[in-house]
């Protein structure tokens, strides 16, 4: 199952990104986390040090590789070069699952923490004035929409701050959103910018309280988010205790907490695939990126790179 993080920044979407990746790897649950936030803080809130983090392989620096990987035998899609972040797979594409063995985990996929762990990467000297964030982003969309996963499989991805990702179509690619909100009116509004734009595509989104201090901010949250609101996690001496360089056991995380994380790992389980939706807007926001700037970029029409035949699903994984 996918699962994105979303809210406002410093909301502590990449701590609850943290949290949550530990506790359904301590199930032994096959999980792979990714960060795709251009401010790279996942590894480092997983316990990674500084210089452990930086020397990470990025994502977004081995795009050409990753393309060359997924594109296969897919007779649709001329070269690597031709394929675009919304580019869907089909027939003769390579698939990946949640922990299979492939060159593209094998170069890029460390252990972090005890969680297997991709980057982005962040935004290096050259890229500044001359590249946006989606450039950096492309692989994971790409990732995304050539996975097939499984109940009981995760995928949890630390994405960027706000609403940036209705940019592409990456907001579809999740079975459950979970959108961190702190009782702020700042915190709410990224949350009413959220829902508002996910609603129109079916995109589950459950809101996670953050840093709740007592039942007065329980009670904004509901009056502000009304049924979306999952659960809340309070505010904990365990995260401030890791965020000062002494992290422990996650045994250690208080109760309340721990069942917080319970309830979102509920959530995610009782979601229902719906692959025949979800290779339908990779199509379809891949025909809007085409008409939109990727035709005259790449040189070719490349609504000829969908497959009309192909539905993504466990039955069509490759290993």
């Not at 401010?39 to 990025?58: I, R, S, W, Y």
Request: with cysteine.
């Amino acid at each position: 199952m996918k699962i994105a993080l979303v809210g406002k920044g410093g909301s502590g979407k990449t701590t609850l990104a943290a949290l949550l990746a530990r506790h359904l790897a301590g199930s032994g649950a096959p999980l792979l986390a990714v960060d795709a936030d251009i401010n790279q803080h996942l590894a480092a809130a997983l316990g990674a040090a500084e210089d452990e983090a930086v020397l990470l392989p990025a994502l977004g620096d081995h795009l050409s590789a990753i393309k060359e990987h997924l594109r296969g035998s897919n007779p649709r899609i001329s070269s690597a070069s031709a394929m675009v972040k919304t580019t869907p797979p089909g027939r003769g594409s390579r698939l990946l699952s949640v922990t299979g063995a492939n060159p593209i985990y094998d170069a890029l996929v460390r252990e972090v923490g005890g969680i297997r762990l991709a980057v982005t990467g962040p935004f290096a000297t050259e890229d500044l004035g001359v590249a946006c964030y989606h450039s950096k982003v492309g692989a994971v969309e790409l990732l995304l929409n050539h996975m097939i996963d499984g109940p009981g499989e995760y995928v949890v991805v630390d994405m960027t701050a706000g609403a940036d990702s209705f940019a592409s179509g990456l907001f579809t690619r999740f079975d459950t959103t979970f959108l961190v909100c702190e009782p702020t009116l700042r915190s709410v509004g990224v949350y009413r910018q959220y829902v508002g734009y996910a609603r129109d595509f079916g995109v589950r989104v459950h809101v996670v309280g953050n840093k709740v201090d007592d039942e007065s901010d329980v009670d904004f949250l509901r009056t502000h988010v009304g049924d979306d609101l999952l659960t809340w996690m309070g505010r904990s001496a365990y995260v401030k205790a890791a965020e000062r360089g002494t992290p422990q056991p996650l045994s250690v995380l208080e109760t309340a907490n721990r069942d917080a994380l319970d309830t979102m790992r509920e959530a995610v389980d009782a979601c229902a695939k719906d692959w025949a939706t979800y290779t339908r807007q990779a199509v379809e926001f891949h025909l809007r990126n085409a008409t939109a700037w990727a035709n005259e970029k790449v040189g070719e029409d490349l609504a000829d790179q969908v497959d009309p035949d192909f539905v993504l699903g466990p039955e069509v994984l490759v290993h």
